[in-house]
């Protein structure tokens, strides 16, 4: 298999499908919203990367701060927030920045993410930890430059979102939004409880936009950014 120095993947993937952004010596790429069926014709997945970050869009987490945390508890305070199966797997990943964990469950009755997973490997043969998307969309604050940090998700009729202001995180959640339309919904309705202005703010998302989804952010926003 090919390698590229200094290289990365970022891969998001749902119930529908997948998309994939790419930075290596030749510059930075994304792809479009792809179907489960072209993953194994899909040549930037016959590579190996530097990283390889896998994020599954699970509606199922919750974020705890380490004070609260305990690992022989993380189904039970998950169970708390979200509905969980006797045979949902659970796990929790450490979110530095923020001082917390966030907990999680993969099973949301999808295989693709473990089929890639297995198909896209690091230079040094390592495989990816697949995790939640709003595991990304936390990272992402920390190098947004603006005091208002916003960093969203939608995909599959869940709006994914979380935002700061400077180092200190004012929301983690997750919306059943059937539509684009409910997303903004969802969203305007957020920045209004926290009082936040989107004239004044940018608004970063960590997938494909549609070009009239994101003319519509446009209207109300004072950037839009793809992150």
């Not at 705890?64 to 305990?70: C, G, N, R, T």
């Not at 599959?156 to 997303?183: E, M, R």
């Amino acid at each position: 298999m090919d390698q590229i120095q200094k290289s990365r993947i970022s891969i998001q993937v749902s119930l529908s499908g997948y998309s994939f952004k790419l930075t290596d010596r030749d510059g930075t790429r994304s792809s479009g919203w792809m179907g489960a069926d072209r993953i194994f014709t899909t040549p930037e997945f016959q590579r190996r990367y530097d990283e390889v970050d896998i994020a599954l869009m699970t509606p199922k987490f919750t974020l705890v701060p380490e004070q609260f945390y305990s690992p022989e508890r993380v189904r039970q305070l998950l169970s708390e927030v979200v509905e969980l199966t006797e045979g949902d797997t659970v796990s929790s990943v450490y979110v530095p920045h923020f001082g917390a964990w966030l907990l999680f469950s993969n099973s949301i009755g999808e295989s693709l993410s473990r089929v890639l997973a297995q198909t896209v490997f690091t230079t040094s043969g390592e495989a990816a930890q697949v995790l939640p998307e709003i595991y990304y969309i936390l990272k992402a604050l920390e190098t947004c430059p603006e005091y208002n940090k916003i960093v969203a998700t939608w995909r599959d009729g869940y709006l994914h979102l979380a935002i700061a202001q400077g180092k200190s995180l004012q929301l983690c959640n997750v919306y059943k939004a059937v539509d684009f339309t409910t997303a903004e919904y969802f969203l305007f309705l957020a920045m209004k409880t926290l009082q936040l202005n989107p004239e004044v703010s940018t608004i970063s998302w960590r997938m494909p936009l549609a070009p009239e989804e994101e003319m519509s952010l446009y209207r109300y926003f004072k950037a839009v950014e793809r992150i």
